[in-house]
């Protein structure tokens, strides 16, 4: 989920589990949301986004799970690997008016961690 | 390869010393953005450009300044920097499409102004 402060969620999983990482966004008017992986020193990396007139999208292990009713999406992994160690970020886009194409917010991000 | 290079990856820099971040992406992308991240605030959206010539403010653009003459390139420009403005610094591009895209990423430029 979102974080309060300084300190980011914290999700710790064993190779090989399924990791579920939430996310609660904020503008009932946005329309499209992203996830993003960021590994240290690097930029964030797109992984699988998905549109609000749909409620799931799969890609390759991750799935992603959109609930408008309470706001809320997930970023479901299988087998996670260590690889998948990393800060996850959700991003939405509210172009209500069609004026804020480009605008997405983030939110805070979950810290991921895979033990071997 | 497709990617979206950003220069430099770390600057240390002093209060008012004009400076400059390119950032250059060999995808042919219309849409172009500007992103700084700090710890418990996570990723703000300072200014994005939607194609040449077409520039607008995002979340947190005092203090900072974007052109975009060409497709590929899209400075961000601090005319005076602050040390309030020490961050780290993304540069992110997508097509424009349906509206529907996502963006790429560069690795980032690490600024710290004294």
């Known amino acids: 989920g979102e974080s309060v402060g300084l300190h980011l969620p914290t999700l710790s999983v064993q190779e090989g589990d399924n990791s579920i990482i939430n996310c609660a966004y904020s503008?009932?008017?946005?329309?499209?949301f992203i996830w993003y992986k960021q590994e240290s020193g690097k930029g964030p990396q797109f992984i699988i986004d998905i549109r609000s007139n749909m409620d799931k999208r799969q890609g390759q292990r991750v799935t992603v799970l959109l609930n408008k009713t309470v706001k809320h999406l997930s970023l479901q992994i299988a087998a996670t690997q260590p690889g998948d160690s990393a800060v996850y970020f959700c991003a939405e886009r509210n172009n209500a008016g069609g004026t804020s194409y480009g605008k997405l917010t983030f939110g805070q991000g979950t810290i991921l961690t895979v033990h071997p | 390869e497709a990617q979206v290079t950003q220069n430099p990856r770390y600057l240390i820099t002093v209060t008012g010393k004009k400076l400059t971040v390119t950032c250059s992406q060999n995808m042919n992308h219309e849409y172009m953005s500007w992103y700084r991240q700090d710890p418990g605030l996570g990723l703000r959206q300072i200014y994005y450009s939607m194609n040449v010539e077409v520039t607008d403010k995002g979340d947190v653009p005092e203090g900072y300044k974007v052109s975009r003459k060409e497709k590929r390139n899209f400075p961000l420009i601090l005319e005076s920097p602050s040390p309030n403005q020490t961050s780290l610094y993304f540069c992110a591009s997508s097509f424009v499409g349906n509206g529907n895209q996502p963006q790429h990423f560069g690795d980032g430029t690490r600024l710290s102004i004294l």
């Open positions: 503008n009932s008017a946005s329309d499209y």
